[in-house]
């Protein structure tokens, strides 16, 4: 892991680093402040509108097709449809819980790109299987249905973000001669609307924020984290190779983890997060470990 950061370190640190601290507190500030309290879908809404009028003017509308769409379905994904399923997931779990759930993230963007490159490699399978298993031991008195359901959402989250970069990467790749991505990125956000607007329209409530400290949130969540925040992270996405990108997505986990458990839930089980989060960890180092002794054998 730390080979596959330094080598990279010169595109990684001033973009998926600098996204890495700010979305850091976003986790807390959506369990503690607003969940249950603000409904989901107009949050997801309002942050998706927010980033999308921040990146309006620099929008240069003549852009090839296929490039444009390409750009719009991976908003759709990463942010749309991960909001989606992102917001739900605090309604069942604490904000640990669903930090630690996302430690899948870097196995799918892996995953994912081995399978675009048409390759397979059998040891996600028994990753999966061992982060499972430190989620049953997280709860494994309290194995409610409510809980057993949050995970898969969770999953469902890591899931649409993982397609989502991963897809704006390739798409990238594939398309060497696009302009700026900040002239392009409006795009992503069109297509995050085309999801979170009629999941508002359909499913939303009347439960606004009703005090301007979550307006303030939503404020900053729409024009910080997901404004400047997925730009910048899916522009270091394209300036980095897949293994340093998988290893990136991996550092969300302890970095929300620690703002969250210092600042605001210090009464947490920390015993059984630890074994369960260790289980969890643990799958991860065999993934990449098992790469890792892969790309040996190959060589």
Known sequence: MIAAISTTSVSVMPYLVVVTLLWAFSFSLIGVYLAGTVDSYFAVLSRIT???LLFIPFMVWRQ???LALG???CGALQLGLMYLFYYQSFLLLSVPEVLLFTVLTPVY????YDLLQRRFNPLYLLTALLAVAGAIVIRFDGLTHSYLIGFAIVQGANLSFALGQVGYKVLLERHPHHGPQYQLFGYFYLGALTIALPAWGILGSNQYPSNSLQWGILLWLGLG?????YFLWNKGATLVNAGALAVMNNVLVPAGLLVNLLLWNRDADLLRLSLGGAIILGSLWLNQTGLKLTKLTKA
């Open 50 to 52: 927010l980033a999308t």
């Open 64 to 66: 090839p097709l296929r």
């Open 71 to 73: 750009v719009m379905a």
């Open 225 to 229: 984290a997901s404004g400047c925040g």
């Open 109 to 112: 963007v892996t995953l994912i």
